[in-house]
């Protein structure tokens, strides 16, 4: 399209959120499902007057959460806004898993003292594809609405981006946090940057959202999508921020980049020793944003614990929910037996068979190649840690060489390998 338009137009502009229908105890009921763990609902009386509306009516809202296909896997810390979308799913409404592939070629400057590097369009393919098989491991696939922002941002060309920039100010651009600190320090900010805000807003008036979710650091990009909704005579969305999950160090954000993050593919028994080794303060926050337990049960496990309960107990429930959800009951169970029996030393059934050749092998090179160690240092300095084990016995001298046989051999609780060398 040469011209920019909403693609809603004036005779499909929904009426504004009143009071004219009735708030029950079921809307009551809704909005506190919609509240459970948020940062931020704004503004609160307006999503409660839509869900009055929604029940009045019988019509779904449409709730949108828009994700850059930056990365090709999908962690916990994503499913916390993911969790939000399902949960408002199962309370019958719309929800529209949107997947940035053209914003992603611009690049999210959210939070970044830096630009981003803008991705490939077979980057975005591969990563997007990946997003779907995950993300529906967690939504309903029947009930997810699947749209590319591409369907949409392609066509509006030169003509319609300018006219769409002149509906925001530089000066409400600047508001923003990361822009602000950037431009005080001097630090390049480039034109692309603004317009990516310019896009994800305009996302919402293509979608007609109702709701728009994200973490934090998405705000102000959800503040836009509001404020341009209202240029084009539609009615504001209201915007949830989620709070961002810190990983398994209980500091850091959760990121691959940084290591302390549980993937939602991983083997079932890896995520729920992981799970298990949070720390008991963090592990409340975690039954908050990725338990569906009910709050209630929430805070009476929590306050056994306070009165007793070994916290071991509540950090069990919770891995054995998290690993069900993407691995199944059985496989919970499994991973349960199988890290109490690495506890007590025990050897795991399903441990890899490694066979290596060379004997005598010097341990740290056995361990490196049978892929228990990174490398020789790292293997020799678990050897001086007390934390290598052959057929149950600890390795006391990094100099062992092991002779022609089958061992198993074991690093630290979790790795095993059943080794024959010859």
């Known amino acids: 399209m ?13 009426p504004a959120a009143d009071a004219a229908h009735p708030i029950t105890d079921r809307t009551r009921e809704a909005l506190a499902v919609t ?56 309370l019958g409404h719309t929800v529209i898993f949107l997947i940035g592939d053209f914003t992603s070629m611009i690049g999210d400057p959210s939070g970044r003292n830096t630009t981003r590097p803008p991705l490939t369009r077979e980057q975005i393919e591969a990563n997007a594809q990946t997003y779907f098989r995950q993300a529906h491991l967690v939504l309903d696939e029947a009930k997810t609405e699947i749209r590319y922002n591409s369907e949409w941002s392609d066509p509006l060309g030169a003509r319609g981006m300018i006219q769409l920039a002149s509906r925001y100010t530089v000066a409400r651009m600047m508001e923003r946090n990361d822009f602000s600190e950037r431009f005080k320090a001097g630090t390049p900010i480039s034109v692309h940057e603004f317009l990516y805000p310019l896009m994800q807003g305009y996302d919402s008036v293509a979608l007609k959202s109702d709701l728009e979710l994200g973490g934090t650091d998405q705000k102000f990009n959800l503040l836009v999508g509001r404020a ?4 084009y005579g539609q009615e504001p969305q209201c915007i949830l921020t989620m709070p961002l999950l810190e990983g398994l160090d209980g500091v850091e954000k959760m990121s691959k980049s940084k290591g302390n993050y549980i993937g939602i593919t991983e083997p079932a028994n890896t995520m729920y020793a992981k799970v298990l080794s949070i720390g008991d303060a963090m592990m409340w926050k975690w039954f908050t944003l990725l338990s569906f337990r009910s709050e209630s049960e929430i805070g009476k496990l929590r306050l056994e614990v306070e009165t007793g309960r070994n916290p071991k107990d509540a950090k069990v429930l919770l891995a054995k929910e998290i690993t069900a959800r993407f691995h199944g009951a059985a496989a919970a169970e499994g991973a349960e037996a199988d890290f109490e029996l690495r506890a007590r030393g025990g050897v795991p ?34 050897v001086d840690g007390r ?36």
């Open 349 to 382: 059934d399903d441990i890899e068979a490694v066979a290596l050749d060379g004997a005598p092998l010097p341990i740290g090179v056995l361990l490196k190649q049978a892929g228990l160690a990174a490398s020789t240092g790292e293997a020799l300095r678990l």
């Open 387 to 422: 934390g290598v084990r052959v057929d149950g016995s600890v390795v006391e001298d990094r100099a062992v060489k092991l002779a022609a046989g089958t061992y198993v051999v074991q690093v630290g609780k979790r790795k095993f390998a059943r080794v024959t060398l010859t």
């Open 228 to 231: 341009l909704q209202g240029e």
């Open 2 to 14: 040469s011209e920019l338009h909403s693609p809603e137009t004036s005779s499909g502009h929904r």
């Open 35 to 90: 509240r459970r763990g948020v940062d931020e609902l704004l503004p609160e009386q307006e999503w409660l007057a839509k869900l009055a509306r929604s029940e009045a009516t019988g019509v779904p809202l449409r709730v949108k959460l828009g994700l850059d296909p930056t990365a090709p896997d999908i962690h916990l810390g994503h499913t916390v806004v993911l969790n939000k979308m399902r949960q408002l799913q199962d």
